[in-house]
């Protein structure tokens, strides 16, 4: 699997962005897909997670009722809605993938990663 993010940019607190990240390859659908973000100079971490069918969803609590990951499995293609941005959360974001859904909040767990897109929040 093949992982692609985009959608990233510069925005005011407030504001919203969607990120996207294309994958190629057959198995897309059956795999549980994460998106995750390095703040600079911080360590990697937790954002969301969907299961490979969308119905089961994880969320890192910071993000909780402000970010939505959702998925295409037609178009190959998840999500990440992020409104009511904030400064910190200003990081690179990444996808990833794993066949599994378990710890799907552990970045170790997963095989398969995308280039980071950028995002930046202004105060």
């Known amino acids: 699997v093949q992982l692609q993010a985009y959608g990233g940019g510069l925005v005011q607190a407030g504001g919203s962005l969607r990120l996207s990240c294309a994958a190629s390859?057959?198995?897309?659908?059956?795999?549980?897909m994460g998106w995750f973000r390095q703040p600079p100079g911080k360590e990697r971490e937790f954002v969301a997670a969907i299961s490979w069918s969308g119905g089961v969803t994880n969320y890192a609590d910071s993000v909780k009722g402000r970010f939505t990951i959702s998925r295409d499995n037609a178009e190959n293609t998840v999500y990440l809605q992020m409104n009511s941005l904030k400064p910190e959360d200003t990081a690179d974001y990444y996808c990833a993938a794993k066949p599994q859904w378990g710890n799907s909040w552990a970045a170790r767990r997963y095989d398969y990663w995308g280039q980071g897109t950028q995002v930046t929040v202004s105060s």
């Open positions: 390859g057959r198995t897309f659908s059956s795999y549980t």
